[in-house]
């Protein structure tokens, strides 16, 4: 098509033009547009407009942002500023409309900004232009969109392409010196735009894209041998314009007939054209070995906009348009009303007709193509899919579906990404046809459904239909629905009885990349298995419980798959677990039809099987095979605990007494100590006797004693004399001793020396609470550090006493976990004091560290906060930061709630800044399967081998954590093999290697004794 030229009078540059006062109301500051822009005498306002005085009036003034009344802003003006002509300038970014344009005499115009993207943009335009009395409607990049301000009822609309752009010349260079350029925005609103540049950088063309001002931009037109252009959705934008007047070579997309390009230019001789990415990358390659051809039309093209589009002739375009109604034939669009049947424009079929354009426009912007299946149904009546088709025909990606062709099933309908385009279709629906309805979205051939309704009713009950398939509107009353749930969609579809295997198998697994819980999997392992899909419920079970371990059924459901698939090893496994989880949840069995005996006997004696068994075997009798009268002395005994002590002693008492050995355990009573679930697996109270008496309490995380120093002697002579009496009562062949603090220590020598009973004296640290000098000398005494950093420390101290190691020891059979779990994305626990000196502080800097870098992580801080202040300021870095949706706080959690995080998580950080004596938390998450990440500090290093079985960083040293966590996402497969190092590794701590030691000590004290 030839581009027709407007009238020769127009384009005359002696014309005289009128100069009314003139108001602009704009989307921009005034320095965007050209000067003058309308008239010499023109005021700008806007709520990018500063307010700027000259002399005797105003050059621009500032409005607030959205509505104003714009009969204020003229109220501000002197009497020669007061407008002959107000335009405004709209559109649905709703910041500049103002209003009560009613009381202001002159003309008015609107000026139709964007209507080809942002939400709605064309019923909030014709919304506004309804509201405000409008002499005329102007439209210069849309022209696509004239017809319905027509259909509308507005009956003076115009056309006038580029009526605002600015005219910055060049002269053409006889040699450009770029090859291939684009100049402009390529963010959020533009993924077609970055589609299409990306595919030109992909074919190996030199593009070089840039954002510059308006002079820099012609500047780089005109030094380009070709310059690029793709519209933001099918749009006649500026560029067009500014390029060939600044005498550049110019490409750009082929628009459809209604947007007018063909009208102002012809392509191949006043610019190029192409229709798509693969077409635009031979042209791009035929122009660059050409350029003798791209010069002759960049010149034809440049001689063309300076003759028939300079902004003198758009002047005068606009003024013959409002003020007398001339409109050159080239420009006219009062004829385009299209043919489509007429509505009321208030109607509620106007409306949802309007609706249906601006969901396949808004849809066009991430799609390469969008095809729109209506299978020749026209719904609710009245010819909507004939309107729909004739509405559409402008948007240059939008095709209709043959009926007998036939639709190719998506697995998912999964809503458009802005990252990426995509081929996609969408489905309009027959509603109130239910069935049919159904039928077309069990088979979706794309991500979204029109759904046209007749009465707010009627949407309501459609809107409510659609939400059984996960399906909701975008927005409130809106007719375009999109999938907000899949689970709910696949479950919904797959009850289709004629639905294809494939498909079906396809539409289960393309669930996966969505799921985020372990519930989510499971749910949807359920469905696979209802469908026969075992394959697929296995892999989603795995899956499940790799984010949780603490998941009955799920382990259960793996074990039943296993034990059919002929697996017996596995299931064996998996049953194990499956009860053990079940009896830590509460539940009843969660697999009564599976016999663990039978299994095991079909492994045969399997290694792998018997090492797990042997975990949880618990020994019967001493190792010794001597049961012996053990008493233990302690200051605080679980459930009353502060810190983990006790709990160690707690252990040792229990194994002690499983094994057969009569024991009593002799501590204070401190109530408010009190930790529900601190205790162990069972209940060994009876052998508890809770009469020693503290001379001091724990407040903030800190020991005081009682201010009385009288009052704290005589409860020392008590608690030694109770200890004694207690130890020759019981007849004890021995004592087991721990944290002494705040009781006494001076009872260690008589009942040594004097009562001859062996003490093996367990020390969580280098202060055993005697000075040197004081220490026992009795050779039935036998001091045993936590590790051999206290005992080094201990030698270092001048102590001098004969030593044997006893770690605290761990429950690895409770805490054990069969399932390693998932390394999807970083899913971190704390489990400690809420103190400084436990370093919560460094680990709360390096989640900021990943969540600046976009490093996908969770974490959970367990444990008590003493410390008050630094726990707020914790929380307020979190919130700050932006990570509170990642980051949660528990408090003190007891052992159950500790085995249920670490079932949950994969990562261990201990980052303590002092000396730890040992560390037991490490060795229980090393036995859940979780990567140790720890400072290393005093006996804690003892349990990490650096790379091996976990790895250290420097104590307080936030950003050497952060990189630990990051190396982890870096290489999977060394995090693993790390992982299941630490899980053997956690074995060689078990409360049952330490109390073989305690046997072992005792049984050599008692033969000196002897």
Request: charged share 25%; with cysteine.
């Amino acid at each position: 098509m030839t581009a027709s030229a407007p009238a020769a009078a127009t384009s005359d540059p002696s014309l005289r033009l009128p100069d009314p006062v003139t108001l602009f109301c704009c989307l921009a500051p005034p320095d965007y547009y050209r000067r003058p822009l309308f008239s010499e005498r023109e005021v700008f306002c806007g709520p990018d407009c500063p307010t700027v005085e000259t002399g005797d009036g105003f050059a621009s003034l500032n409005t607030p942002p959205g509505e104003y009344d714009l009969t204020a802003v003229v109220a501000r003006l002197p009497a020669h500023q007061r407008p002959d002509l107000i335009v405004v300038k709209a559109d649905a970014t709703r910041r500049n409309l103002p209003r009560g344009l009613d009381r202001l005499p002159g003309t008015k115009v609107l000026l139709v900004g964007d209507t080809h993207h942002f939400a709605g943009p064309l019923r909030t335009l014709l919304a506004y232009g309804a509201m405000e009395d409008f002499d005329a409607v102007m439209l210069d990049h849309t022209r696509q969109h004239a017809h319905l301000f027509l259909e509308a009822g507005f009956e003076r609309v115009y056309w006038i392409p580029a009526v605002d752009y600015a005219l910055r010349r060049r002269d053409i260079p006889p040699a450009p010196d770029r090859p291939l350029t684009f100049v402009g925005q390529i963010g959020a609103f533009h993924p077609w735009r970055r589609h299409v540049l990306e595919r030109l950088s992909a074919a190996g063309l030199p593009l070089l894209g840039m954002r510059a001002d308006p002079e820099r931009a012609a500047d780089v037109y005109a030094a380009s041998q070709v310059t690029l252009n793709v519209s933001l959705n099918g749009d006649l934008n500026l560029r067009v314009f500014e390029a060939l007047g600044a005498g550049g070579f110019l490409i750009t997309d082929a628009l459809s007939r209604d947007a007018g390009l063909e009208r102002c230019f012809t392509p191949g001789r006043h610019l190029a054209t192409y229709r798509s990415p693969d077409e635009l990358v031979e042209l791009a390659r035929h122009y660059l070995d050409h350029p003798d051809e791209a010069m002759a039309i960049r010149r034809a093209g440049q001689a063309h906009l300076l003759e028939f589009h300079s902004p003198q002739v758009k002047r005068a375009q606009f003024f013959a348009a409002v003020f007398d109604d001339r409109v050159d034939p080239a420009l006219e669009v009062r004829g385009e009303r299209r043919g489509l049947a007429p509505l009321p424009a208030r109607s509620i079929g106007f409306r949802r007709r309007l609706a249906a354009y601006e969901a396949l426009q808004k849809l066009q912007l991430t799609a390469s193509r969008l095809t729109i299946h209506a299978d020749g149904q026209d719904g609710t009546g009245g010819g909507f899919a004939a309107d729909l088709r004739t509405m559409a025909r402008d948007l240059p990606r939008v095709v209709f579906a043959d009926p007998d062709a036939g639709s190719e099933p998506v697995a998912l309908p999964l809503p458009p990404s802005a990252d990426r385009v995509r081929d996609d279709a969408v489905t309009l629906l027959p509603w109130p046809d239910r069935a049919e309805t159904d039928r077309r979205m069990a088979r979706l051939p794309g991500a979204s459904v029109l759904c046209p309704t007749l009465s707010s009713r009627d949407h309501a009950a459609a809107a409510a239909h659609l939400a059984g398939w996960g399906f909701v509107p975008t927005e409130p009353g809106g007719i375009l629905f999109q999938c907000a749930d899949a689970l709910r969609y696949a479950g919904r579809s797959l009850s289709d009885p004629v639905l294809a295997p494939d498909l079906r198998r396809a539409r289960l697994a393309g669930l996966e990349p969505m799921l985020r819980t372990a519930e989510q999997f499971i749910g949807v392992a359920r469905l696979a298995a209802r469908f026969g899909e075992n394959s697929l419920t296995e892999r989603f079970l795995l899956r499940a419980v790799g984010l949780d371990r603490q998941q009955p059924d799920a382990l259960a459901g793996l074990a039943r798959l296993c034990a059919a698939g002929g697996r017996p090893v596995e299931a064996a496994i998996y049953l194990g677990e499956a009860r053990r989880a079940a009896r830590l949840a509460g539940p009843a069995d969660p697999a009564p039809d599976l016999d663990e005996a039978a299994l095991a006997a079909s492994a045969g004696g399997h290694p792998g099987l018997e090492r797990y068994h042997a975990l949880f075997r618990q020994a019967a009798v001493p190792s010794t095979g001597r049961p012996r009268r053990i008493l233990v002395v302690t200051n605080l005994f679980p459930p009353q605990e502060f810190g983990g002590y006790g709990r160690k002693l707690w252990e040792f008492s229990a194994e002690l007494i499983r094994r057969g050995h009569a024991v009593k355990v002799l501590t204070a009573d401190v109530p408010d100590l009190t930790r529900p679930g601190i205790a162990g697996t069972e209940d060994i109270e009876a052998h508890v006797d809770r009469s020693l008496t503290l001379y001091g309490t724990w407040k903030g995380g800190r020991a005081f004693t009682h201010d009385d120093p009288a009052h704290c002697a005589a409860l020392i002579r008590a608690n030694i004399r109770r200890v004694l009496e207690t130890a020759r009562d019981f007849r004890a062949d021995a004592c087991l001793v721990g944290n002494l603090d705040m009781l006494a220590t001076e009872f260690l020598d008589p009942l040594t020396r004097q009562m001859g009973v062996p003490v093996l004296h367990c020390l969580g640290n280098q202060h055993p609470g005697y000075a040197p000098e004081a220490a026992p000398r009795s050779p039935l005494y036998r001091a045993g550090p936590a590790s051999g950093w206290v005992a080094e420390r201990l030698a270092a101290g001048g102590y001098g006493l004969p030593a044997t190691v006893i770690h605290p020891g761990a429950r690895v059979d409770y805490f054990h976990r069969a399932v390693m779990p998932s390394t999807d994305r970083l899913r971190i626990a704390f489990a400690s004091l809420f103190v400084n000196y436990k370093g919560p502080q460094t680990l709360v800097n390096a989640l900021g560290i990943l969540h600046r870098e976009g490093i996908d992580f969770d974490c959970t801080f367990a444990g008590e906060a003493p410390d008050a202040d630094l726990s707020a300021r914790c929380r307020d870095f979190v919130e700050r930061n932006g990570m509170a949706g990642k980051v949660r706080f528990t408090g003190f959690l007891d052992r159950r709630g500790l085995s249920d995080l670490f079932a949950r998580c994969n990562v261990l950080v201990f980052p303590s800044v002092f000396q730890e004596p040992f560390g037991i938390s490490q060795v229980e998450a090393m036995a859940a399967g979780l990567t140790v990440i720890g400072s290393g500090t005093g006996g804690s290093g003892e349990v990490l081998r650096d790379g091996i079985d976990g790895l250290l960083f420097k104590a307080e040293d936030h950003e050497a954590l952060a990189d630990r966590l990051r190396s982890l996402v870096r290489d999977r497969a060394a995090w693993l093999r790390m992982a299941l190092s630490g899980r053997d590794r956690a074995r060689d701590f078990t409360v049952g290697r330490s109390v073989d030691r305690i046997e072992a000590v005792f049984e050599e004290l008692i033969a000196q004794k002897g």
